[in-house]
Structure formats: structure tokens, C-alpha cells
């Protein structure tokens, strides 16, 4: 994901070859400056950068192509079927059922009958 970002960028010390190589070789970082004695040891670093623009097209490309085509067929399309039954089924043995003030509830007396016996 992007979360929306143009660019990601970081910085690697000048000496270390191997955060060098794996942001660059691998992960397709470009080397944007150098900034001078950016470490508090005085040591020079390389600023990186990583533009999204390409990565943001090539999930739009994955995306478009992981959609279905169409509806299920064979087996899997019986299924579907049968499950589509089941469920209108279902629906047509439910039945709406009216509470509460709908039945006179809110007249109801409250009674203790408890004293009387």
C-alpha cells in the first residue's frame, strides 16, 4: 500500500554497504544527495529516495487483473445455485411479527399479587 504517499525517503551512512546495496540493488532506492556530516559522529550520509508513483500503478495493474470475469461455472456454479435457493427459502419462512405498543403493551397494569395470598 501507499496509504497516498509520492515518495518514501531515508538516509544511510556513507560506510554501510549493505543498507546501500539492499535499497538500492533491491528495493530500487535512487540516491538523492549526499548531506555532509549528518550523523553526530560527523560521518556523511546518502539521502534516498523511493518514488511511488510506479509502485501506486502497478497494485492498480494487480488489482484490475485478481477480478472475476463472470460467474461461476460446473460444480461451483451448482453450489452457488443451490445456496441462492436456500437462502429465498429462508426468507420466505420468516414472517413479520408486531411488538411492544403495536399489541397494547403500554396499558398494561403492573400487580402485586403476592400480599393477597
Given at each position: ?53 510506479s ?35 429462508v ?27
Open positions: 500500500e501507499t496509504f497516498q504517499s509520492h515518495y518514501v525517503s531515508l538516509h544511510v551512512r556513507i560506510s554501510n554497504n549493505a543498507a546501500l546495496r539492499l535499497y538500492r540493488d533491491t528495493l530500487g532506492f535512487e540516491n538523492d544527495k549526499i548531506e555532509a556530516k549528518y550523523y553526530a559522529d560527523g560521518e556523511d550520509a546518502y539521502s534516498m529516495r523511493l518514488d511511488l508513483s509502485v501506486r500503478e502497478e497494485l492498480r495493474e494487480a488489482e484490475g487483473a485478481d477480478q472475476d470475469e463472470g460467474e461461476a461455472v460446473g460444480d461451483e456454479g451448482k453450489q452457488a445455485a443451490e445456496e441462492l435457493a436456500k437462502q429465498e427459502e426468507k420466505e419462512k420468516l414472517r413479520k411479527v408486531r411488538i411492544g405498543r403495536g399489541l397494547g403493551v403500554g396499558e398494561l397494569v403492573e400487580r402485586d399479587e403476592s400480599a393477597k395470598a
